[in-house]
């Protein structure tokens, strides 16, 4: 298993999607910098600043980014005849989806990491005299990153399945976009895998509109449930699956 | 010319292409029947100046996103089917000039979208019938809403088009589109001269037509460099 993962490992260092984790936190980044909220600016500004950050980085882009990393893992087999070779090898077929899907989580946390660095940053350009909420900025990368895993494990399966690198995508597209409606219903919102992300990583606030007054509890049973349902799918369908 | 656009047009049947293009606006409309039907006394009361322009807001609110990632989505399809088979040289060794190859590609990208833009028009007054918003359909004001952000987008159809087909990788051209995408959500901040801004429609002179007219120059510009890069590019 760790010899596979090495092995992924190189592959990806070679190609230059790595390049990609910092997209969404440098342009959030920006926003937050540029961003000059009135009011009473002394009060909760670090989560402010959070919350605008985390509107760039997971209505859309964090959805979609994993998209792009599953995709991309699968693209030099498909490419180059990869499968087969890969599979001719004494390697479980289980282990080498495992490891590729790890592989995208593992992108996908350090794409969540240089967010962080980019909120600090945020706060310490603009001075914030506030002490910083440590355990709100840690529950929702955190959380963001959990959320991302089912759309992960759907990705990847779709990804295995099809050889073009846009058809994957399409369906994350037409699951995605839906979230700028879907987040503001309380109704729909909590039961939207898609919306899960955006959901995850908002912090909370006395007065949060639509779907962001749910329990917390319900929004991990749709995240458990989905990921279970996402991943063993692909799992088996992988398995099974002629090459 | 023609001979080549019907080629391409047969190339991307069975290709999900014809699909995505329906989808497109059947997406848009099926999420905005849904949020007026959910809300239909509350949006209602809050239009009930002028509910067609209300409904026509909200679908091009989400329209203008999906524009963009459709795009990026349907030229990298087009460009990716000579990719994939690694075909680029057949394709060029044709008695064809590079020229019309590149445009016959940009044409379908537009030819495509355009049926997409006018399915999500018709779409929108059957919606707004459905609804009940009377029949005084404001035909005039569907047709710039439905157009004009489809002629201002026109920068990105041939950058897009040029980058699918110039980079065999086609992360880089997604990933830009969905850049563009979540750009062009928050472009309305923006200064008028940012090609994200025009397909919202808005600038410091109220006039949608600058958008437009600014649209189709840069859009023209954009496909000739393309076009001229394309011509002096090696094909491996």
Redesign the interface.
């Known amino acids: 298993m760790i010899k596979v993962f090495q092995s992924e490992f190189l592959k990806l260092k070679k190609s230059s999607?790595w390049l990609?984790i910092f997209?969404s936190p440098l342009?959030s980044t920006l926003?937050g910098i540029g961003e000059a909220f009135v009011g009473d600016s002394n009060e909760e500004e670090w989560l402010i600043t959070l919350s605008i950050m985390s509107y760039?980085h997971a209505l859309?882009?964090l959805p979609?980014?994993t998209g792009?990393f599953s995709?991309?893992v699968c693209?030099y087999e498909h490419v180059g005849g990869g499968w087969k070779q890969l599979l001719a090898l004494p390697v479980s077929r289980g282990n080498i989806y495992s490891v590729k899907f790890l592989l995208v989580i593992m992108l996908l946390a350090l794409t969540q990491l240089l967010f962080t660095v980019g909120v600090l940053s945020v706060g310490f350009i603009k001075g914030y005299n506030e002490a910083i909420p440590v355990g709100e900025i840690l529950k929702s990368v955190m959380g963001g990153w959990i959320a991302c895993m089912p759309l992960a494990a759907l990705q990847m399966f779709v990804s295995v399945a099809w050889?073009?690198?846009?058809?994957p995508?399409?369906i994350n597209?037409?699951f995605t976009?839906?979230n700028?409606?879907v987040v503001n219903?309380a109704?729909y919102g909590p039961y939207s895998p898609w919306a899960q992300p955006f959901l995850a990583m908002m912090p909370r606030f006395d007065e949060s509109f639509g779907a962001l007054n749910v329990p917390p509890e319900t929004l991990f049973i749709v995240i458990f449930g989905s990921f279970a349902l996402f991943f063993l799918s692909g799992f088996t369908y992988f398995q099974r699956k002629e090459i | 010319m023609f001979g080549i656009l019907a080629s391409d047009f047969l190339k991307i049947r069975r290709k999900m292409i014809w699909f995505l293009i329906f989808l497109g606006p059947i997406g848009v409309l099926s999420l905005q029947a849904v949020n007026f039907t959910l809300r239909y006394e509350y949006l209602t009361d809050l239009y009930k100046a002028d509910l067609w322009g209300g409904l026509m807001n909200n679908v091009t609110m989400l329209a203008v996103p999906t524009i963009f990632i459709g795009l990026a989505i349907i030229t990298s399809m087009i460009a990716n089917i000579e990719h994939q088979t690694n075909s680029w040289k057949q394709v060029l060794a044709l008695p064809i000039s590079k020229f019309s190859v590149f445009t016959a590609k940009f044409t379908l990208g537009l030819i495509l979208l355009f049926v997409s833009s006018t399915l999500l028009g018709l779409g929108t007054i059957i919606l707004g019938l459905v609804l009940k918003f009377g029949s005084s359909i404001p035909y005039l004001e569907l047709l710039k809403i439905i157009y004009y952000p489809y002629f201002a987008v026109m920068p990105f159809i041939a950058l897009q088009i040029w980058l699918a087909i110039t980079y065999k990788n086609q992360a880089t051209a997604l990933t830009i589109g969905i850049i563009g995408t979540v750009v062009s959500m928050y472009a309305v901040i923006f200064p008028d001269w940012v090609p994200y801004k025009w397909p919202t429609l808005e600038n410091q002179w109220g006039e949608p037509l600058y958008s437009v007219g600014f649209g189709l120059l840069v859009g023209l510009l954009i496909y000739l460099m393309g076009l001229l890069d394309f011509i002096r590019r090696d094909v491996k």
């Open positions: 999607i990609l997209v342009l926003v760039i859309l882009f979609l980014l792009v995709a991309f693209r050889s073009s690198f846009a058809a995508l399409a597209v037409i976009l839906p700028i409606l219903s109704k």
